[in-house]
Protein backbone atom coordinates (compact mmCIF):
# COMPACT_ATOMS: atom_id res chain seq x y z
CA UNK A 1 0.00 0.00 0.00
CA UNK A 2 1.44 3.40 -1.55
CA UNK A 3 4.82 1.31 -0.80
CA UNK A 4 4.51 0.55 2.57
CA UNK A 5 5.91 -2.70 4.17
CA UNK A 6 3.05 -4.51 6.55
CA UNK A 7 0.79 -1.21 6.59
CA UNK A 8 -1.36 -2.78 9.25
CA UNK A 9 1.96 -3.38 11.46
CA UNK A 10 2.88 0.17 10.54
CA UNK A 11 -0.58 1.29 12.15
CA UNK A 12 -0.18 -0.89 15.14
CA UNK A 13 3.05 0.04 15.84
CA UNK A 14 1.76 4.03 16.00
CA UNK A 15 -0.83 3.11 18.29
CA UNK A 16 1.59 1.72 20.27
CA UNK A 17 4.09 4.61 20.23
CA UNK A 18 1.01 6.84 21.09
CA UNK A 19 0.03 5.38 24.04
CA UNK A 20 3.45 5.53 26.01
CA UNK A 21 2.90 8.62 28.07
CA UNK A 22 4.74 11.17 26.46
CA UNK A 23 5.03 15.37 27.30
CA UNK A 24 2.53 15.52 24.12
CA UNK A 25 0.26 12.98 25.71
CA UNK A 26 0.41 14.45 29.45
CA UNK A 27 0.06 17.98 28.01
CA UNK A 28 -3.69 17.12 26.57
CA UNK A 29 -4.17 15.79 29.31
CA UNK A 30 -3.21 18.58 31.38
CA UNK A 31 -5.22 21.20 29.12
CA UNK A 32 -8.38 18.73 28.86
CA UNK A 33 -8.24 18.34 33.38
CA UNK A 34 -7.82 22.00 33.38
CA UNK A 35 -10.28 23.39 30.91
CA UNK A 36 -12.38 20.90 29.09
CA UNK A 37 -12.35 18.67 26.09
CA UNK A 38 -12.32 21.76 23.79
CA UNK A 39 -9.31 22.88 25.45
CA UNK A 40 -8.51 18.89 24.76
CA UNK A 41 -9.25 19.01 21.32
CA UNK A 42 -7.15 22.32 20.58
CA UNK A 43 -4.22 20.50 21.79
CA UNK A 44 -4.63 17.74 19.85
CA UNK A 45 -4.30 19.53 16.94
CA UNK A 46 -1.42 21.54 18.32
CA UNK A 47 0.65 17.86 18.14
CA UNK A 48 -0.25 17.22 15.21
CA UNK A 49 0.94 20.42 13.70
CA UNK A 50 4.12 20.02 15.29
CA UNK A 51 4.30 16.00 14.04
CA UNK A 52 4.16 17.39 10.70
CA UNK A 53 6.74 19.93 10.95
CA UNK A 54 9.27 17.19 12.23
CA UNK A 55 8.11 14.90 9.49
CA UNK A 56 8.81 17.47 6.98
CA UNK A 57 12.17 18.11 8.55
CA UNK A 58 13.09 14.74 8.60
CA UNK A 59 11.78 14.27 5.16
CA UNK A 60 14.62 17.11 4.12
CA UNK A 61 17.25 15.55 6.17
CA UNK A 62 17.23 17.83 9.13
CA UNK A 63 17.76 15.20 11.71
CA UNK A 64 21.70 14.91 9.68
CA UNK A 65 21.88 17.61 10.59
CA UNK A 66 21.17 18.16 14.30
CA UNK A 67 22.70 14.80 14.41
CA UNK A 68 25.78 16.85 13.15
CA UNK A 69 25.48 19.69 15.15
CA UNK A 70 24.65 18.60 18.61
CA UNK A 71 25.40 21.72 19.98
CA UNK A 72 21.90 23.20 17.87
CA UNK A 73 20.42 20.04 19.31
CA UNK A 74 20.92 20.51 22.50
CA UNK A 75 19.48 24.31 22.41
CA UNK A 76 16.27 23.41 21.18
CA UNK A 77 16.03 20.48 23.60
CA UNK A 78 16.94 22.95 26.61
CA UNK A 79 14.29 25.06 25.13
CA UNK A 80 11.26 22.56 24.96
CA UNK A 81 12.72 21.28 28.30
CA UNK A 82 12.32 24.84 29.93
CA UNK A 83 8.97 25.21 28.07
CA UNK A 84 8.12 21.72 29.74
CA UNK A 85 8.72 22.62 33.16
CA UNK A 86 7.46 26.03 32.89
CA UNK A 87 3.92 24.42 32.09
CA UNK A 88 4.51 22.06 35.13
CA UNK A 89 5.57 25.07 37.67
CA UNK A 90 1.71 26.65 36.37
CA UNK A 91 -0.22 23.75 37.14
CA UNK A 92 1.53 23.99 40.22
CA UNK A 93 0.27 27.04 41.23
CA UNK A 94 -3.14 27.37 39.51
CA UNK A 95 -5.64 27.52 41.54
CA UNK A 96 -8.81 24.88 41.25
CA UNK A 97 -11.93 27.19 39.41
CA UNK A 98 -15.21 26.42 39.95
CA UNK A 99 -16.69 23.62 38.05
CA UNK A 100 -18.52 25.94 35.63
CA UNK A 101 -15.35 27.60 34.75
CA UNK A 102 -14.53 26.28 31.35
CA UNK A 103 -18.02 26.09 29.98
CA UNK A 104 -17.77 29.27 28.00
CA UNK A 105 -14.32 29.06 26.77
CA UNK A 106 -13.48 31.20 23.97
CA UNK A 107 -11.41 31.01 20.45
CA UNK A 108 -8.69 32.88 22.03
CA UNK A 109 -8.62 29.93 24.98
CA UNK A 110 -8.95 27.33 22.59
CA UNK A 111 -5.64 28.79 20.35
CA UNK A 112 -3.68 29.49 23.16
CA UNK A 113 -3.70 25.69 24.31
CA UNK A 114 -3.31 24.81 20.27
CA UNK A 115 -0.02 27.18 20.17
CA UNK A 116 1.32 25.56 24.03
CA UNK A 117 0.97 21.81 22.76
CA UNK A 118 2.74 23.20 19.41
CA UNK A 119 5.22 24.70 20.94
CA UNK A 120 5.81 21.17 23.30
CA UNK A 121 6.07 18.95 20.25
CA UNK A 122 8.28 21.71 17.83
CA UNK A 123 10.62 21.94 20.84
CA UNK A 124 11.40 17.80 21.07
CA UNK A 125 14.21 17.60 18.23
CA UNK A 126 14.46 13.99 18.84
CA UNK A 127 11.05 13.42 17.53
CA UNK A 128 12.99 14.56 13.85
CA UNK A 129 15.13 11.50 14.84
CA UNK A 130 12.65 9.58 15.71
CA UNK A 131 11.10 9.85 12.48
CA UNK A 132 14.25 9.63 10.23
CA UNK A 133 14.63 6.51 11.67
CA UNK A 134 11.20 5.20 11.79
CA UNK A 135 9.60 5.60 8.30
CA UNK A 136 12.11 3.82 6.81
CA UNK A 137 11.19 0.49 8.50
CA UNK A 138 8.07 0.51 6.51
CA UNK A 139 9.16 1.40 3.30
CA UNK A 140 9.57 -0.93 0.22
CA UNK A 141 12.71 0.28 -1.93
CA UNK A 142 11.19 -1.76 -4.78
CA UNK A 143 7.71 -0.50 -4.37
CA UNK A 144 7.80 3.39 -2.49
CA UNK A 145 6.54 6.28 -4.47
CA UNK A 146 8.64 9.17 -3.26
CA UNK A 147 7.11 12.07 -1.61
CA UNK A 148 3.94 10.20 -2.03
CA UNK A 149 4.68 7.60 0.54
CA UNK A 150 5.97 9.97 3.13
CA UNK A 151 2.77 11.85 2.68
CA UNK A 152 0.64 8.37 2.98
CA UNK A 153 2.69 7.60 6.06
CA UNK A 154 2.16 11.27 8.09
CA UNK A 155 -1.46 11.39 6.97
CA UNK A 156 -1.74 7.89 8.79
CA UNK A 157 0.18 8.95 12.09
CA UNK A 158 -2.00 12.21 12.26
CA UNK A 159 -5.26 10.21 11.81
CA UNK A 160 -4.37 8.00 14.43
CA UNK A 161 -3.03 10.40 16.33
CA UNK A 162 -6.34 12.62 16.59
CA UNK A 163 -8.43 9.32 16.87
CA UNK A 164 -6.52 8.21 19.95
CA UNK A 165 -5.97 11.57 21.51
CA UNK A 166 -9.63 12.63 20.85
CA UNK A 167 -10.61 9.21 22.72
CA UNK A 168 -8.65 10.33 25.98
CA UNK A 169 -9.56 13.93 26.20
CA UNK A 170 -13.51 11.89 26.26
CA UNK A 171 -12.64 10.12 28.90
CA UNK A 172 -10.07 12.47 31.06
CA UNK A 173 -12.71 15.32 30.39
CA UNK A 174 -15.74 12.31 31.98
CA UNK A 175 -13.41 11.39 35.26
CA UNK A 176 -11.92 15.48 35.60
CA UNK A 177 -15.79 16.59 35.53
CA UNK A 178 -16.56 14.36 38.66
CA UNK A 179 -13.44 15.10 39.95
CA UNK A 180 -14.16 18.64 39.98
CA UNK A 181 -16.78 18.49 42.40
CA UNK A 182 -14.07 17.42 45.03
CA UNK A 183 -11.99 20.71 45.14
CA UNK A 184 -9.46 18.07 47.00
CA UNK A 185 -9.15 15.75 44.95
CA UNK A 186 -9.21 18.41 41.73
CA UNK A 187 -6.28 19.93 43.38
CA UNK A 188 -4.01 16.98 43.99
CA UNK A 189 -4.68 15.94 40.00
CA UNK A 190 -3.22 19.39 38.93
CA UNK A 191 -0.28 19.65 41.24
CA UNK A 192 0.38 15.57 39.72
CA UNK A 193 0.29 16.63 36.38
CA UNK A 194 2.17 19.60 37.08
CA UNK A 195 5.42 17.53 38.65
CA UNK A 196 4.74 14.85 36.00
CA UNK A 197 5.82 17.89 33.28
CA UNK A 198 8.37 19.09 35.54
CA UNK A 199 10.02 15.49 35.53
CA UNK A 200 9.51 15.20 31.91
CA UNK A 201 11.06 18.27 30.99
CA UNK A 202 14.15 17.62 33.49
CA UNK A 203 14.37 14.00 31.86
CA UNK A 204 14.19 15.62 28.62
CA UNK A 205 17.39 18.24 29.48
CA UNK A 206 19.42 15.37 31.00
CA UNK A 207 19.37 12.52 28.35
Same mark, same amino acid.
Given at each position: ? +???????????????????????????? @?? %????????GFASTLGVVVGDWVHMMLAGIGVAALLQANPLVFKAIQYLG?????????? #???? &????? =??????????? @?????????? %????? &?? /?? +???? +????? /????????????? @???? %???? #??? #??? +????????? /????? &???????? /? @???????? #?????? &?? =???
Open positions: M +FGIVSYPTFVLTVLLFLAIPGPGLLGIV @AA %TGKNGQRAAAYLIYIGVT #LLRL &KVAEP =SASAGQSVDEG @ARHFRRLFLI %TLMNP &KA /IV +FYMA +FFPLF /INPAEHHGAWTLL @AMGM %TVSC #LTI #LFC +FAVVLLVNV /ITTRL &KQNAWVSR /I @AHKLAGVT #LIGFGI &KL =STN
